[in-house]
């Protein structure tokens, strides 16, 4: 019997994995690019992914001047662990009450810690009322700096979070390449940027 | 003297560089564009932003609020020419009234207060496994016994509220302010080409025409749009 229960719970655990997969697939084509306003030669180098836009799909284009409602997912929790019950302290308690999970150490874990040099710790971690960049195309060993402050390299900042602003962005690789872009961050908006480095020239030395 | 000077030279070159870019970069010419026309040795050259290149274009969510147009703009030569926003309308076809387009600040305000009358609805799903042991009294004997087994939990919560997104806080009608005047056609009086995007508060209907309109030295330029 427990077994069957254990089954049930996963296959609705899979389905319901399966279906979050399928639905970001789908949403997928939804990203475009940023052009940059004052590069209009450069191709589009930014993506921007409407996540809250791709959940209501086209509806968004005929319904722009209405109220929109976005659905997402808040969170997903799965959790696992082990109880011990006796006479003296819980005889007819329930028994399922303890949180104790061998898995909750993981949740504390930051990728954020300790990076960047320069910045707070966590200071590109998400959270509230952040947006995110996420870098695509660029060198793992390129340097990030942001509004002339070095943050790190793309290694360690594939994709960061920034309070909502306006922000200088230049990636430097060792062999001289360079990639200028100025971003906008909004919250919960994430920002893909197609970061293409090439050699710099006196021209496009100021975006 | 000579320090003082020096030092105000300074901070005009530092606060020249740290200002934000603007506009676009005009093409070689003004037929370079979809839309194109030009009078009194002015040429103007437009194009109208699809949905689709607007998402690409802007992080704020213009199509919210606006018809966007890319105008480009080419002085006569050895001539120049004063930009202002006021010349352009936007006309729909054969109506008596025109749509002038609006500043950055007030698109950008627009766009939060559509953004803020949006609904969140976030879903929470959650689920578990667990073993258990220990010792029970047995409710109908009342005698205390070993038991143990596997639990499973699954759950799922739905919270509704008003949308937190993009464009809803103050600090994002900054930026999209910001962004949205950085992209802008920027005005005043230029002799080299100039171009950029202009906002018109119209929310488009689809396969409608309308016509750009831009007075120049008091002749008016008329180029036609179409909305897919």
Not at chain 1, 34 to 44: L, M
Request: glycine share 10%; hydrophobic share 35%; net charge neutral.
């Amino acid at each position: 019997m427990p077994m069957k229960r254990v089954t049930f719970c996963l296959g609705i655990l899979l389905a319901f994995v399966a279906s979050i997969y399928a639905q970001d697939s789908s949403t997928a084509t939804d990203n475009g690019s940023i052009a940059s306003a004052s590069n209009a030669s450069q191709t589009k180098t930014q993506t921007q992914d409407h996540e809250a836009a791709a959940a209501s799909g086209n509806q968004n284009d005929q319904q722009s001047s209405g109220q929109e409602t976005h659905v997402r997912l808040g969170g997903f929790v799965v959790s696992a662990g082990y109880a011990h019950f006796s006479p003296g302290i819980c005889p007819y308690g329930y028994p399922y009450f303890p949180y104790y999970s061998p898995f909750s150490a993981a949740l504390w874990w930051d990728p954020f810690w300790g990076f960047p040099v320069g910045y707070p710790a966590g200071y590109f971690s998400p959270g509230d009322g952040k947006g995110e960049v996420k870098l695509n195309d660029a060198p793992k060993n390129a340097s990030v700096y942001l509004n002339g402050g070095f943050a790190g390299t793309v290694e360690h900042l594939k994709s960061f979070w920034l309070d909502p602003g306006v922000y200088d962005l230049v990636l430097s690789a060792p062999d001289g390449r360079e990639y200028q872009q100025r971003v906008y961050v909004l919250t919960g908006k994430t920002l893909k940027i197609e970061a293409k480095l090439a050699k710099p020239s006196i021209d496009t030395e100021r975006m | 003297m000579n320090k003082i000077i020096s030092t105000f030279a300074v901070l005009l070159f530092v606060s020249t560089a740290l200002a934000g870019p603007k506009g676009t970069v005009p093409r070689s010419s003004a037929d370079q564009y979809p839309l194109h026309a030009q009078d009194s040795g002015v040429s103007l050259g437009a194009k109208l932003l699809s949905r689709a290149e607007a998402r690409k274009t802007f992080v704020s969510d213009v199509n919210r609020c606006c018809i966007v147009l890319e105008i480009a703009l080419y002085p006569a030569q050895a001539g120049s020419l004063n930009v202002s926003l006021n010349d352009f309308a936007l006309r729909s076809r054969n109506a008596a009234s025109a749509t002038k387009p609006s500043s950055a600040k007030i698109v950008a305000a627009s766009i939060q207060q559509k953004a803020a009358g949006d609904r969140d609805v976030a879903v929470y799903p959650s689920t578990g496994v667990g073993y258990e042991s220990g010792t029970a009294y047995d409710p109908v004997t009342g005698t205390p016994r070993r038991a143990s087994g596997v639990y499973t939990q699954a759950g799922v919560g739905v919270a509704v509220g008003g949308s937190n997104g993009p464009g809803v806080s103050d600090k994002d009608r900054s930026v999209m302010e910001t962004e949205l005047t950085e992209k802008a056609l920027s005005e005043g009086a230029t002799a080299a080409a100039v171009a950029g995007y202009i906002y018109f508060p119209v929310m488009p209907k689809k396969k409608s025409d309308y016509q750009l309109e831009y007075v120049v030295e008091g002749k008016k330029l008329i180029v036609p749009v179409h909305v897919e």
